[in-house]
Each structure stands twice: as C-alpha cells, then as structure tokens.
C-alpha cells in the first residue's frame, strides 16, 4: 500500500488510474481541486526561478563559506602548556617534600633519646603481658617520670603476706 505522500505526488503528476484518482480525491476533501492548483503553480513557480544567480567572484564566496564553517565548528583552541610545565611539577614536588620534612620536624615532639642501662640483676623488660589463663589478665604500665615498669595482673587468688614465697 502506498503511502499518502506518494499517493499525493503521483496524483499531481497526473499518474493514478480513474478510480485510485477518485478514492485519493475522495480522501482529500472538498477543495482538492485547489490543492492540486496550488501544488502545480508551485511547481512551475520553482522551475522558472530554480537557477542561482551566476557569482561574480567564486573564491571569495567560498573563502567566506569555508570561514563561516571553521568558526562554527571548530572547538574552543585548547592552552597551550608552557615549556615550563616539567620544571613546575618538580619544583612543586620538592616544596611539598621540604614542607612536609619542616612539619615532621616541628609537629613531632622529640624527648631525649634514653640509652638502655647496662642490665642488673634486679632489671627486667616486658615483651608481652598476657596470660595463658583467660580469667587472668596482664597490663604493663611504664612510667617515664620515674623510671617505673609495674606488671598489673587481675584475677590472681590473694596470697597471704605469711605466704612462703620460695
């Protein structure tokens, strides 16, 4: 089935048998006569006035065209990165490393370093305070102040103070 458009045109060029002529009119309604007029007058209006005017100068014309179209197409010039751009980066990495180094340096407090004493028979380091026996805990607290590691155990049963201890 053809459509309406091609319908139409084949019914303005004079191309539709009498009867698919009279159904495509009857489609059209009352004024089909002046919509065929219009269509042809149309026609013959396009034909006579069809042809361009001649251009006196072809380069110039082109020359603007081919303006118009760059400028209307082309994207927004990107900025060109600067020969500097290398040397920027390294010396802003070294400024943050420098800054960072000046702000470990000042922010972290930094005591005395305390040499280890030589061992004596009454000295002991705690490496893990923990007990195998889960009702027993072990927490070991040092005292920089006064030199003092005290192991506190909680959960031991109480000994005695009469307690043979050896």
Same mark, same amino acid.
């Given at each position: 089935?053809?459509?309406?458009?091609?319908?139409?045109?084949?019914?303005?060029?004079?191309?539709?048998?009498?009867?698919?002529?009279?159904?495509?009119?009857?489609?059209?309604?009352?004024?089909?006569?002046?919509?065929?007029?219009?269509?042809?007058?149309?026609?013959?209006?396009?034909?006579?006035? /069809?042809? %361009?005017?001649? *251009? =006196?100068?072809?380069? $110039?014309?082109?020359?603007?065209?081919? @303006?118009?179209?760059?400028?209307?197409?082309?994207?927004?010039?990107?900025?060109?990165?600067?020969?500097?751009?290398?040397?920027?980066?390294?010396?802003?990495?070294?400024? /943050?490393? %420098?800054?960072? *180094? =000046?702000?470990?340096? $000042?922010?972290?407090?930094?005591?005395? @370093?305390?040499?280890?004493?030589?061992?004596?028979?009454?000295?002991?380091?705690?490496?893990?305070?923990?007990?195998?026996?889960?009702?027993?805990?072990?927490?070991?607290?040092?005292?920089?102040?006064?030199?003092?590691?005290?192991?506190?155990?909680?959960?031991?049963?109480?000994?005695?103070?009469?307690?043979?201890?050896?």
């Amino acid at each position: 089935m053809k459509t309406f458009e091609e319908n139409f045109t084949a019914w303005v060029d004079g191309q539709l048998n009498a009867e698919e002529r009279l159904k495509f009119e009857a489609t059209l309604g009352e004024d089909a006569a002046g919509d065929k007029a219009s269509v042809l007058m149309l026609g013959v209006l396009l034909r006579r006035h /069809s042809v %361009a005017p001649p *251009l =006196l100068n072809e380069d $110039f014309f082109n020359h603007q065209l081919l @303006q118009r179209i760059a400028t209307e197409t082309k994207t927004p010039p990107r900025a060109r990165r600067s020969p500097w751009f290398v040397p920027r980066f390294i010396w802003a990495g070294a400024s /943050s490393l %420098a800054m960072a *180094l =000046l702000l470990f340096h $000042f922010l972290i407090p930094v005591g005395p @370093q305390q040499v280890p004493a030589a061992p004596t028979e009454y000295m002991a380091q705690f490496y893990n305070a923990r007990s195998a026996d889960p009702g027993i805990s072990a927490t070991a607290f040092h005292s920089k102040k006064d030199n003092v590691t005290v192991l506190w155990l909680d959960g031991l049963d109480y000994i005695p103070e009469t307690a043979d201890l050896k």
